[in-house]
Structures are given as C-alpha cells and as structure tokens.
C-alpha cells in the first residue's frame, strides 16, 4: 500500500468511527427518551410529586443550559409548583411543591440566560468560583489538557497531584487563560435578578485538599464574592458533590446559613442546612427527560449503581 492509498484508508476508517459514534450517541438518546417515557406513563413521576416532593422545595441544579432548554424547563415547571428562592428553601409550605433554580461553576453562558429568568420571574443562584470569574481563567475541566489526562482520572487524585498532571498539559489555575467564566460585567447587569453565592475559589475536589487547603477554598471564596459583588455571601454549593463531615464545619465555621450537596431528595423545615438535597438537571434534556428527571428516579439508580446507597447520597471516592 502506498502513501496515499494509506491515508484514504485511514480517512475511510476515521469516517467510519465518527458514523460510528454518531449512530452510537442517537441509540442512547433514544433510550434515555424510552426510559423517560416509561417513568411518565407508569405514574412512577406523579408518585413522587405527590408522596415525596409534595409542599416541600425541589432544588435543581444546572450547570451551562442554553437559553431554549431552559426556557422549556420552566414553562413546563410553572404548572407544576411555585418558584421560590433558594433562601426560602426552609420556609413552611402551602401545600403546593415548590422549585429553587441553582446553578454551579458560574459559566460565561449562564448571563444569556437573563431574560428567561426575568421571563418567568424566577431569582436562581448561581454559585461562583471566586478565583475564575471575573478574570481570564478557565474552569479546569474545560481546559484541553483535563481532557487529555481525563476529568474523572483528575477527580480522584490529591490535589496536589491533580494541579502536577493539569500543569503538565499546560494549565496553571491561577495564571491567565482562555476565560471561561462570567465576566464583571455580565455579573453587575444580572445582580438585580440573580443571587451570587460561593462555589470555593478554583473548584477542587474539597475531600481530596488538605486541611489547610480545604478551610481556605470554603472561607476565602465567601469573602471573595462578598467583596467583588459588595453584597453579603451566605449560601455555598460543594464542587462535585464531594463533602464530608470535615467540610461541613468549615462551612459552618466560615459563616453560612446553607450549603447545597448533590445527594438527591427535596428540603423542608426539617433538613440540614449545611446538607441541603439536589435534583440535578441535564442541560440539554428535552421536555420530556426533564419531566421525568423531576422524580429523581433516573438519578437514584445511577447513584445506586455506582455505590451512593439507599438514601440517594451523592457516590463519594
């Protein structure tokens, strides 16, 4: 085989695995869909919003949804319950399911997000990393160099190997690079309608920090947020979930009211505070996965599977 018989060969095969891929990604679209369905159509869903959501507040979470997605998201949640902010989470019911729309990492395509919002007339939050908005930074698993190495590889080592093997790709978190978060300015035009809470400084794996590390991500970052917005900081989110009974007394010792976990359920009067429950939402689901997603079935097997247990605790490492 010559050269150029080689290299249409290869390209021939490059054509195939991407035909491949795409076929691939459609067949579990398709699934996802039939599953979504099935959870509609069997009461499964009706069942939680009445036994288990019912005048208790649902608390979702999205990370960087386009302004469409969620504009159906909300249209379709409008006949379901009431929107209340994140600060109402533990207020007494009406006897009607309510909603808290949060979202995580503070993404530059969050401020398209605006005039949904004010559409709907919903006050989410929007947890910040203190040390990436507002600057040329980028969140580290969008960097090329996470994907190289890969992000859940990256999850489970210490940080310090975690920033080691990122900085071998040619990320350093506190240098400049490719911005990929909120910007000053989208900040101070969304601040009348949207709540800035923290979501630590560079959003590392908090279990895997050391003492020192850990405490100074948790209370620099509420102080951080507080000075760059001049308003008060009192709600975090934990970064990926992961927390533990250390983090929860740096939390609490830092100063907040709240922090929002990823363990599923809804909140009322009666959950902790420092362990406030989550649905989370896929950005891009249609209409009808995101229905079914409100029951937090999907969720819970997922974390069953991967060894959450039965009390839809968020898999730690």
């Known amino acids: 085989m010559n050269k150029t018989q080689a290299t249409g060969a290869s390209a021939r095969s ?4 991407s035909y ?23 009461g499964l869903a009706w069942f939680t919003r009445k036994v288990l959501w019912r005048d208790r507040v649902a608390v979702l979470l999205y990370h960087d949804p386009d302004p469409d997605t969620l504009d159906r998201h909300l249209t379709y949640l409008r ?19 309510r909603v808290a729309i949060t979202l ?11 005039p949904v919002f004010i559409k709907h007339n919903v006050r989410p939050t929007i947890f910040l990393c203190s040390r990436i908005v507002g600057r ?24 310090d190997e975690r920033l080691a093997a990122l900085a071998a790709q040619g990320y350093q978190q506190d240098g400049d690079d490719r911005p990929t978060g909120l910007s000053i300015e989208a900040m101070q035009a969304m601040r009348e309608h ?5 979501h630590t400084r560079f959003h590392p794996i908090l279990t895997h920090c050391s003492n020192a590390e850990s405490e100074a991500e948790i209370r620099d970052s ?11 900081c009192e709600h975090f989110a934990y970064p990926n979930g992961n927390y533990g009974e250390r983090e929860v007394e740096f939390v609490r010792a830092a100063g907040f009211k709240t922090a929002r976990t990823c363990d599923i359920g ?52």
Not at 270 to 289: G, K, N, V
């Open 194 to 198: 949207i709540d800035f809470q923290a």
């Open 266 to 317: 809804w909140n009322d009067q009666h959950t902790d505070p420092y362990r406030l429950r989550t649905i989370i939402i896929d950005d891009a689901a249609s209409t009808l996965r995101f229905a079914a997603q409100l029951s937090g079935i999907a969720l819970f097997l997922r974390y069953l599977r991967e060894g959450g247990g039965w009390r839809g605790k968020f898999p730690q490492f």
């Open 222 to 232: 509420r102080h951080e947020i507080a000075a760059l917005l001049q308003q008060p």
């Open 14 to 17: 490059h054509l195939s695995d």
């Open 104 to 114: 995580d990492d503070g993404h530059a395509g969050n401020a398209k997000l605006l």
């Open 20 to 42: 491949r891929g795409r076929r691939m990604k459609r067949y579990k679209m398709l699934v996802k869909e039939m599953l979504a369905g099935f959870v509609l159509i069997s």
């Open 79 to 97: 006949k379901l319950c009431e929107f209340v902010p994140l600060t109402d989470v533990s207020a007494p019911g009406r006897g009607r399911p």
């Open 136 to 159: 040329a930074r980028s969140h580290w698993w969008l960097h090329p160099g996470s994907l190289r190495v890969g992000h859940e590889r990256l999850k489970r080592m210490t940080n």
